[in-house]
């Protein structure tokens, strides 16, 4: 198994790789100066939908409402128009109205910036009140979704069969300097390189390391 004195040597390898791609969708609404509110309404679109159709979709939508006030002066049939074509998008439209109401009635209009409060908003799991508490707020958390559970796995750092158990575990054996990046990192990687069907093993710069690379057999 994979200890922290190889992940020291795997992380900068990593995090000079991915400079070769795109940043994800909430990174770059982030770095725009994409507000709390946007951060957190991009990142409920990007469940189960591609980097680029969220990108379209959070672009219409904040054209039309990028505050909670003024996402509640539209329809749910408005909203469902704008978004789509991303993934669930009847719920996540229901979602968006909730969590702005509650923004508004429960949190004096601002996002709240901490994830057991922002665990109370409709449509707000684990994943996304992490990532909003690190780019939204710039505080330490450890977003998992399935690419930091799938590389996290294949590397042999963590031995967990889902994505919550994942950020336990990387809570509390990942050196918290990567906390507010490991997303952003392995989220591009696994977009790119280490991909859920056909990772690129021959790209990979940490494959010296990997547990699934070794047992995969393949040579670089």
Aim: aromatic share 8%; hydrophobic share 35%; glycine share 6%.
């Amino acid at each position: 198994m994979i200890t922290n004195a190889t992940i020291e040597k795997i992380m900068p390898l990593l995090i000079n790789e991915v400079k070769k791609f795109p940043n994800p969708i909430v990174t770059e609404i982030r770095m725009a100066g994409g507000t709390p509110y946007h951060i957190l309404i991009s990142t409920m679109l990007s469940l189960r939908t591609k980097d680029t159709t969220t990108r379209d979709a959070s672009v219409r939508l904040f054209a039309k409402a990028g505050t909670p006030e003024g996402m509640l002066r539209l329809t749910p049939e408005t909203i469902e128009k704008l978004i789509y074509p991303v993934g669930f998008y009847h719920t996540k439209a229901k979602s968006i109205l909730t969590t702005s109401k509650d923004i508004i009635e429960r949190f004096g209009g601002k996002v709240p910036d901490t994830i057991d409060a922002l665990l109370t908003l409709k449509g707000v799991g684990r994943k996304t009140a992490n990532l909003v508490v690190t780019e939204a707020f710039n505080k330490d958390g450890i977003c998992v979704d399935t690419h930091v559970h799938r590389i996290s796995n294949r590397l042999g750092y963590v031995r967990t069969k889902e994505p919550n158990e994942t950020e336990m575990a990387l809570r509390e054996k990942l050196p918290k300097k990567y906390w507010r990046i490991y997303n952003d990192v392995l989220v591009t990687y696994g977009q790119h390189v280490c991909r859920p069907i056909g990772p690129r093993c021959t790209l990979c710069p940490v494959t010296r390391w990997c547990e699934y690379f070794r047992k995969s057999g393949q040579r670089v």
